[in-house]
């Protein structure tokens, strides 16, 4: 049973246009939601977090959403531009340290010139 | 600064046949994970170790995976008897000691296994 979800496996935005990423959850135990960006032939890097504590995490062009009670978050990005076309986890953890994060499947994020 | 590295990038192998991946951990870094994602899954945690003790195994998938960390650094999985369903690219990930706090991990380019 997947405790992590993205529904979409894909998502194609024009360029200067907002991009919604989203994510649901399962466990209420998980502390800390992580986003990270994958290209490919690369490992996937850290792009922004949120603990349970907030709804709200803003860090440039991108701002992650959270709502506790309905166990979801999402993930905006604007504008978007064609270098954020790549492959996007949502990713949490529980309240200790150094917990493996429990991944999503991903969304492809096609950003069209 | 060197972020994880991982070797080989690409690894073809014949069913049945053994398999050793590394990872060698950014400076420092007292924890490290592995992960693994086959195609059009997301990354499925395998191990994760803190210091060479590796308090969760819990997402080996059998008994021919196995994994070791010596010295508090470099760490080597080791896949026996290779089948089919093991293809996947393999992910190792290391991150600072943290009582609390969101835990960023720093990833490696991985390892794409093909067992033939």
């Known amino acids: 049973d997947q405790q992590v979800k993205q529904n979409s496996p894909s998502l194609s935005v024009q360029e200067g246009r907002i991009s919604i990423l989203n994510c649901d959850y399962t466990?209420?135990?998980?502390?800390?939601f992580l986003w990270y960006k994958k290209y490919p032939a690369e490992g996937p890097t850290f792009l922004i977090s949120?603990?349970?504590?907030?709804d709200k995490n803003e860090d440039g062009r991108f701002t992650v959403f959270l709502n506790k009670s309905a166990k979801h978050l999402s993930l905006h990005i604007v504008p978007s531009q064609p270098g954020d076309s790549a492959v996007y986890f949502c990713a949490a953890h529980g309240d200790s340290g150094n917990t493996p994060l429990v991944f999503g499947k991903g969304t492809r994020l096609s950003v069209i010139a | 600064g060197a972020g994880v590295s991982q070797s080989p990038s690409n690894k073809v192998t014949e069913k049945g046949k053994d398999v050793e991946l590394r990872c060698d951990p950014i400076?420092?870094?007292?924890?490290l994970y592995w992960y693994r994602q086959s195609l059009g899954q997301g990354l499925e945690f395998l191990i994760y170790f803190q210091g060479n003790s590796a308090p969760d195994k819990s997402g080996l998938p059998s008994d021919r995976f196995s994994a070791e960390r010596t010295g508090g650094s470099v760490s080597t999985l080791t896949i026996q008897r290779t089948q089919q369903e093991d293809s996947a690219v393999y992910l190792c990930a290391s991150s600072w000691l943290a009582g609390a706090g969101y835990n960023e991990q720093f990833f490696g380019p991985g390892t794409r296994l093909t067992v033939l």
């Open positions: 466990n209420s135990m998980f502390d800390y």
């Open positions: 949120i603990s349970s504590i907030k």
């Open positions: 400076s420092g870094h007292t924890a």
